[in-house]
Protein backbone atom coordinates (compact mmCIF):
# COMPACT_ATOMS: atom_id res chain seq x y z
CA UNK A 1 0.00 0.00 0.00
CA UNK A 2 3.03 2.39 0.63
CA UNK A 3 4.24 1.56 -2.65
CA UNK A 4 1.08 2.55 -4.54
CA UNK A 5 0.78 5.55 -2.50
CA UNK A 6 4.55 6.66 -3.35
CA UNK A 7 3.81 6.10 -7.22
CA UNK A 8 0.31 8.79 -6.77
CA UNK A 9 2.37 11.10 -5.33
CA UNK A 10 5.31 10.78 -8.07
CA UNK A 11 5.10 14.39 -9.39
CA UNK A 12 4.42 13.89 -13.75
CA UNK A 13 7.74 14.27 -15.51
CA UNK A 14 7.90 17.54 -17.49
CA UNK A 15 9.92 18.88 -19.97
CA UNK A 16 12.26 20.20 -17.98
CA UNK A 17 12.81 16.91 -16.03
CA UNK A 18 13.56 15.47 -19.24
CA UNK A 19 15.81 17.84 -20.56
CA UNK A 20 18.21 17.38 -17.78
CA UNK A 21 18.52 13.70 -18.70
CA UNK A 22 17.95 13.59 -22.29
CA UNK A 23 18.28 16.41 -24.76
CA UNK A 24 14.98 17.16 -26.14
CA UNK A 25 16.37 16.55 -29.60
CA UNK A 26 16.55 13.27 -29.60
CA UNK A 27 13.00 12.78 -29.71
CA UNK A 28 12.44 14.52 -32.98
CA UNK A 29 13.21 12.82 -36.02
CA UNK A 30 15.86 14.24 -38.84
CA UNK A 31 13.85 15.61 -41.55
CA UNK A 32 16.39 15.99 -44.10
CA UNK A 33 16.29 11.97 -44.99
CA UNK A 34 12.49 12.66 -46.25
CA UNK A 35 12.90 15.47 -48.27
CA UNK A 36 15.23 15.45 -51.15
CA UNK A 37 14.97 17.52 -53.82
CA UNK A 38 17.05 17.71 -56.68
CA UNK A 39 20.27 19.42 -57.47
CA UNK A 40 20.20 22.68 -59.47
CA UNK A 41 22.86 21.82 -61.74
CA UNK A 42 20.71 18.98 -63.16
CA UNK A 43 17.89 21.47 -64.10
CA UNK A 44 20.42 23.49 -65.76
CA UNK A 45 22.13 20.72 -67.48
CA UNK A 46 18.63 19.60 -69.52
CA UNK A 47 17.75 22.89 -70.45
CA UNK A 48 21.07 23.47 -71.81
CA UNK A 49 21.05 20.13 -73.66
CA UNK A 50 17.31 20.52 -74.81
CA UNK A 51 18.21 24.24 -76.31
CA UNK A 52 21.36 22.63 -78.22
CA UNK A 53 19.35 19.95 -79.62
CA UNK A 54 17.30 22.08 -81.61
CA UNK A 55 18.93 22.88 -84.38
CA UNK A 56 16.98 23.65 -87.66
CA UNK A 57 17.63 23.19 -90.92
CA UNK A 58 18.38 26.69 -93.09
CA UNK A 59 15.63 27.89 -95.53
CA UNK A 60 18.33 28.18 -97.67
CA UNK A 61 19.74 24.57 -98.04
CA UNK A 62 15.77 23.27 -97.85
CA UNK A 63 15.25 25.29 -101.11
CA UNK A 64 18.69 23.82 -102.98
CA UNK A 65 17.58 20.36 -101.75
CA UNK A 66 13.96 20.76 -102.93
CA UNK A 67 14.84 22.22 -106.22
CA UNK A 68 17.38 19.12 -106.47
CA UNK A 69 14.63 16.86 -106.96
CA UNK A 70 13.22 17.98 -110.12
CA UNK A 71 15.66 17.89 -112.38
CA UNK A 72 15.10 13.47 -111.92
CA UNK A 73 11.39 14.11 -112.10
CA UNK A 74 11.40 16.56 -115.02
CA UNK A 75 13.78 14.14 -117.14
CA UNK A 76 11.36 10.91 -116.00
CA UNK A 77 8.06 12.65 -117.65
CA UNK A 78 8.98 10.92 -120.82
CA UNK A 79 8.10 6.93 -119.28
CA UNK A 80 5.05 8.57 -118.64
CA UNK A 81 3.20 8.60 -121.57
CA UNK A 82 1.50 5.12 -121.64
CA UNK A 83 -0.07 6.43 -118.87
CA UNK A 84 -1.26 9.52 -119.81
CA UNK A 85 -2.55 8.49 -122.66
CA UNK A 86 -4.48 5.31 -121.07
CA UNK A 87 -5.42 7.94 -117.73
CA UNK A 88 -6.04 11.54 -119.42
CA UNK A 89 -6.94 12.90 -116.11
CA UNK A 90 -3.24 12.29 -114.59
CA UNK A 91 -2.06 14.82 -117.37
CA UNK A 92 -4.05 17.32 -115.47
CA UNK A 93 -1.74 17.08 -112.69
CA UNK A 94 1.34 17.84 -114.83
CA UNK A 95 -0.50 21.23 -116.26
CA UNK A 96 0.75 23.60 -113.43
CA UNK A 97 4.74 22.24 -114.73
CA UNK A 98 4.15 22.89 -118.12
CA UNK A 99 5.70 26.60 -118.84
CA UNK A 100 9.05 25.49 -116.40
CA UNK A 101 8.24 22.53 -119.13
CA UNK A 102 8.52 24.43 -122.17
CA UNK A 103 11.30 26.28 -120.83
CA UNK A 104 13.54 23.20 -119.64
CA UNK A 105 13.32 21.48 -123.06
CA UNK A 106 13.73 24.79 -124.83
CA UNK A 107 17.79 25.09 -123.66
CA UNK A 108 19.75 23.00 -125.26
CA UNK A 109 21.48 20.46 -123.79
CA UNK A 110 19.68 21.21 -120.62
CA UNK A 111 19.54 17.73 -118.74
CA UNK A 112 23.37 18.07 -119.19
CA UNK A 113 24.12 21.09 -118.28
CA UNK A 114 21.50 20.67 -114.97
CA UNK A 115 23.76 17.52 -114.05
CA UNK A 116 26.99 19.38 -114.13
CA UNK A 117 25.78 22.26 -112.72
CA UNK A 118 23.99 19.76 -109.92
CA UNK A 119 26.99 17.78 -109.43
CA UNK A 120 30.12 19.78 -109.81
CA UNK A 121 28.05 23.49 -108.04
CA UNK A 122 26.76 21.56 -105.02
CA UNK A 123 27.43 18.05 -104.80
CA UNK A 124 31.19 18.71 -105.22
CA UNK A 125 31.28 22.43 -103.56
CA UNK A 126 32.40 22.27 -100.02
CA UNK A 127 30.76 25.50 -99.24
CA UNK A 128 27.19 23.52 -99.06
CA UNK A 129 26.40 22.12 -95.70
CA UNK A 130 26.20 17.88 -95.75
CA UNK A 131 23.04 18.18 -96.34
CA UNK A 132 22.11 19.71 -99.56
CA UNK A 133 24.96 17.61 -100.76
CA UNK A 134 23.49 14.47 -99.79
CA UNK A 135 20.17 15.93 -101.64
CA UNK A 136 21.84 16.53 -104.39
CA UNK A 137 24.02 13.39 -104.65
CA UNK A 138 20.31 11.21 -104.62
CA UNK A 139 18.72 13.40 -107.19
CA UNK A 140 22.50 13.14 -109.26
CA UNK A 141 21.88 9.08 -108.68
CA UNK A 142 18.48 9.11 -109.07
CA UNK A 143 18.98 11.12 -112.71
CA UNK A 144 21.90 8.32 -113.74
CA UNK A 145 19.86 5.52 -112.91
CA UNK A 146 16.50 6.55 -115.41
CA UNK A 147 18.84 7.13 -118.64
CA UNK A 148 19.58 3.23 -118.27
CA UNK A 149 16.19 2.22 -119.46
CA UNK A 150 16.15 4.27 -122.63
CA UNK A 151 19.45 2.81 -123.41
CA UNK A 152 18.22 -0.77 -123.09
CA UNK A 153 15.30 0.44 -125.23
CA UNK A 154 17.66 1.63 -128.11
CA UNK A 155 19.52 -1.34 -128.08
CA UNK A 156 16.39 -4.11 -127.59
CA UNK A 157 14.04 -2.10 -129.77
CA UNK A 158 11.22 -4.41 -128.63
CA UNK A 159 8.79 -2.70 -131.55
CA UNK A 160 5.07 -1.24 -131.36
CA UNK A 161 3.60 -4.94 -130.40
CA UNK A 162 4.69 -8.08 -128.93
CA UNK A 163 5.68 -9.48 -125.31
CA UNK A 164 8.33 -6.86 -125.65
CA UNK A 165 6.60 -3.81 -126.08
CA UNK A 166 4.19 -5.01 -122.97
CA UNK A 167 7.43 -5.41 -121.17
CA UNK A 168 8.54 -2.15 -121.86
CA UNK A 169 5.51 -0.44 -121.07
CA UNK A 170 4.92 -2.22 -117.70
CA UNK A 171 8.57 -0.90 -116.98
CA UNK A 172 8.06 2.27 -118.25
CA UNK A 173 4.86 2.77 -115.69
CA UNK A 174 6.93 1.24 -112.93
CA UNK A 175 9.51 3.40 -113.66
CA UNK A 176 7.78 6.89 -113.61
CA UNK A 177 5.17 6.01 -110.47
CA UNK A 178 9.22 5.35 -108.80
CA UNK A 179 10.27 8.67 -109.96
CA UNK A 180 6.86 10.73 -108.54
CA UNK A 181 7.19 8.67 -105.41
CA UNK A 182 11.08 9.92 -105.04
CA UNK A 183 10.12 13.20 -106.08
CA UNK A 184 7.23 13.64 -103.69
CA UNK A 185 8.58 12.40 -100.66
CA UNK A 186 12.02 13.99 -101.13
CA UNK A 187 10.19 17.32 -101.78
CA UNK A 188 8.46 17.27 -98.69
CA UNK A 189 11.10 16.09 -96.80
CA UNK A 190 13.16 19.23 -97.88
CA UNK A 191 10.58 21.41 -97.15
CA UNK A 192 10.18 19.86 -93.97
CA UNK A 193 13.88 20.09 -93.23
CA UNK A 194 14.49 16.49 -93.10
CA UNK A 195 16.40 14.53 -94.64
CA UNK A 196 14.79 11.73 -97.08
CA UNK A 197 16.01 8.26 -97.23
CA UNK A 198 14.91 6.82 -101.30
CA UNK A 199 15.20 3.60 -101.40
CA UNK A 200 18.12 1.51 -103.27
CA UNK A 201 19.65 5.00 -103.41
CA UNK A 202 20.74 6.71 -100.37
CA UNK A 203 23.62 3.63 -99.68
CA UNK A 204 24.74 4.94 -103.31
CA UNK A 205 24.49 8.34 -102.32
CA UNK A 206 26.17 8.47 -99.04
CA UNK A 207 29.06 6.85 -100.60
CA UNK A 208 29.79 9.51 -102.83
CA UNK A 209 29.55 12.31 -100.36
Known sequence: ??????????????PKT???SQPFS?????????????????????????RMSYNPTPATDRLVSAVSYTLPFFNSLQYGRFLFTKYP????????LIPLLSLYRSIPYASFVAFFALYLGVVRNPSFSQYVRFNAMQAVTLDVLLVVPLLLTRILSPGRAG??????????????LFSCFCFVYGLAS????KTPYL???AEAAGRQV
Open 1 to 14: MASISLLRLSPIPT
Open 199 to 201: PFI
Open 89 to 96: SLALLVDP
Open 190 to 193: SVLG
Open 26 to 50: SFNPPLTPFLKFPPKTRLSQQSTVT
Open 18 to 20: LSR
Open 163 to 176: LGFKLMVWGHNALF
